[in-house]
């Protein structure tokens, strides 16, 4: 019998390219999402699958399925600032009420379940890079609070299940990610500095773009989700790329790639921005045998192939 692998949020960006993952792993799949920021589109070719079924549902609401479940892999939540200010109640009550309600169907299921944490609970770091033991810099009443605060009591309540009930449990810490399937009005720095240079517009970064950032390509990053989830490892875990590059410099990149002539030009640094940005993946090498291998040049030919499809 195949086992049942359950996505949360499986419409969206990261959770699209992962039900695809799973099918091709031989996993029956259900993708859960209300579509507050996925899209249909994004799974529809999926659907044609007899191993794949969509279920429209707010997890923030109890989730009854039918059937045996073995795998919950949570990644339902609003993941932009455009977002999660934008829907900052449902940020918080996906991360709260949801990830209740999905540990509770993971235990009554007795299915392994796997949080989609964030590298946003280190806030605007101290220490760099940034190891799974740093607690982190967060402002819990900030415009990014609603974010930091779902993941982070999210991290905790599932560590609760896993030390009072026994539940099998994972965490995995994602960092900046990118790839086909973002959404162009993401207002993250791919997609927008990718969007704006093939429309021919100029290029917006934030404070003087000197802060820093990772960027993982999105098939790397599944695989080391898939990896975690079947380790045997409960405490959180890194998953990016640790080269690390200055918001300025990824949109030199992008001008360059996309033969461009637009100007750069600078806006006021969003309040409690994170100044720097970078994994230590010292323990998902070591436990998991895992480290990104798709390069930054790679990855942005790749997304900007896709962009260039969509803004047709």
């Known amino acids: ?146 974010y930091d605060e779902a993941k982070r009591f999210a991290e905790a309540i599932t560590m609760a299940y896993h030390t009072y009930h026994g539940l099998k449990t994972r965490i995995v810490r994602i960092f900046n990610t990118f790839g086909p399937r973002m959404r162009i009005n993401d207002g993250r720095a791919v997609p927008t500095f990718i969007s704006q240079a093939l429309n021919g517009e100029d290029i917006t970064v934030f404070g003087d773009g000197s802060q820093t950032r990772s960027f993982c390509y999105v098939s790397d990053l599944v695989e080391g989700i898939y990896r975690l989830m079947m380790s045997d490892e409960s405490e959180p875990v890194n998953i990016g790329n640790p080269n690390e590059m200055t918001v300025l410099q990824l949109a030199e990149r992008i001008l360059k790639k996309t033969d461009n002539k637009s100007k750069i030009i600078f806006k006021p640094l969003p309040v409690d921005d994170p100044k720097q940005r970078r994994p230590d993946i010292s323990k998902a090498k070591k436990l998991l045998k895992w480290e990104p291998i798709v390069s930054l040049e790679e990855g942005l030919d790749r997304t900007i192939e896709y962009f260039k499809e969509k803004l047709k």
């Open 1 to 146: 019998m195949k086992k049942v692998a359950v996505v949360t949020g499986g419409a969206g960006f990261i959770g699209s390219h992962l039900c695809r993952f799973l099918l091709g792993k031989g996993f029956r799949v259900v993708c859960v999402d209300n579509l507050l920021t996925g899209s249909r589109g994004n799974v529809a070719d999926l659907e044609a699958s007899s191993d794949f079924s969509f279920v429209s549902h707010d997890v923030s609401d109890p989730l009854e399925l039918p059937g045996a479940v073995h795998y919950i892999f949570h990644l339902a939540s609003p993941a932009s600032p455009v977002d999660y200010m934008r829907y900052p109640i449902q940020t918080l009550k996906v991360g709260a009420l949801g990830t209740h309600n999905l540990l509770g169907l993971a235990k009554a299921k007795k299915a392994v379940f796997l949080l989609a944490s964030t590298s946003e609970v280190y806030g605007d770091p101290l220490v760099h890079p940034q190891p799974e033991s740093y607690w982190g810099n967060v402002n819990p009443v900030g415009p990014r609070g609603v």
